[in-house]
C-alpha cells in the first residue's frame, strides 16, 4: 500500500545533541511537509517542500532545518534539540498540480522525540 | 483574518448516540474544508474534505459532515457512535492567501470519548 513513512517511531536524544528523524513516501506526492506537534495541541507547520522548492515558516526557529534529497524522502534535523523541542513530528505529503486545489494530506505515523 | 474554530474541546456521547463535532470557519474566497482524526500516539488521518458541490459530504468510518455557507459551519457527524471512534478530531481550512494555498489552517481540535 502507497504510504507515509517515518523513522524511528520513538526518538531519545540528549540536550544539545545533534538529530535526525526521516520521512519517506511511496505515493510519488510532490509536497511533503514536517509538522510539530504537542501533548493534544493541533499540529504547528514548521516547514514545507513543493518539488525541491523549500518553505519555511516565518516563526521556525533555526534550530530546525530539513533537507529533501529526492521525492521520495525529507529528513527534519534538530541541530541543538533543547527541552522545548520535545514533541511529535509528523510528516505529511500532498500532490500538487492545476487542478487539485484541495488535495488532501497524508500524515506518517509521527516520531516522538524525547529530550533528556 | 482566516482562521478554524472548534467550540468545544471535548464531547462526550453514548455508544449507539449520534454524535455531532462542530467547526466554524472564515476565509476571504470558497472554503476548502477537511476533516482529521488523530488516535493516541499516531499520525493524523483523513476523513473528508469538501471542495464543492454537495453540502453534504460523506467520508471515512461512517462520517459525514454538512457544509453550511450561511453560518460558516462545517460539523462533522456520525448516525451511531462506537467506543473506538473515540480520538481528537482536527478540522481545517485551506490557507486562502495567496502563495500558501498548499497549507491548512488548523482548528484547536476536539476529544471525542464514546462511553459504552
Known amino acids: 500500500d502507497a504510504m507515509v513513512i517515518q523513522n524511528p517511531r520513538y526518538q531519545v536524544t540528549q540536550f544539545g545533541k545533534p538529530v535526525t528523524l526521516s520521512c519517506s513516501q511511496t505515493l510519488n506526492h510532490n509536497v511533503m511537509y514536517w509538522y510539530q506537534q504537542k501533548s493534544s495541541q493541533a499540529p504547528k507547520l514548521l516547514f514545507h517542500?513543493?518539488?525541491?522548492?523549500?518553505?519555511n515558516e516565518a516563526d521556525t526557529p533555526d534550530n530546525f532545518q530539513s533537507r529533501r534529497p529526492n521525492t521520495s524522502f525529507c529528513f527534519l534535523d534538530i541541530r541543538s534539540p533543547g527541552l522545548g523541542d520535545a514533541a511529535m513530528y509528523l510528516c505529511a505529503t500532498s500532490s500538487r498540480d492545476r487542478r487539485s486545489l484541495g488535495n488532501e494530506q497524508f500524515f506518517g505515523p509521527g516520531t516522538r522525540l524525547t529530550v533528556l | 483574518a482566516q482562521s478554524v474554530a472548534q467550540p468545544e474541546d471535548q464531547v462526550n456521547v453514548a455508544e449507539g448516540n449520534p454524535l455531532t463535532v462542530k467547526c466554524t470557519y472564515s476565509v476571504s474566497g470558497n472554503p476548502y474544508l477537511f476533516w482529521y482524526v488523530q488516535y493516541p500516539n499516531r499520525g493524523l488521518q483523513f476523513l473528508l474534505k469538501?471542495?464543492?458541490?454537495d453540502n453534504l459530504v460523506k467520508g471515512s468510518y461512517g462520517f459525514e459532515a454538512e457544509f453550511n455557507k450561511s453560518q460558516t459551519s462545517f460539523h462533522l457527524k456520525k448516525p451511531s457512535a462506537l467506543v473506538s471512534d473515540s480520538a481528537l478530531y482536527f478540522c481545517?481550512?485551506?490557507?486562502?492567501?495567496?502563495?500558501?494555498?498548499?497549507?491548512?489552517?488548523w482548528g484547536l481540535g476536539t476529544s471525542l470519548a464514546v462511553n459504552p
Open positions: 469538501y471542495i464543492t458541490g
Open positions: 481545517a481550512v485551506r490557507d486562502d492567501n495567496a502563495g500558501n494555498n498548499r497549507k491548512l489552517i
Open positions: 517542500y513543493y518539488d525541491k522548492d523549500f518553505n
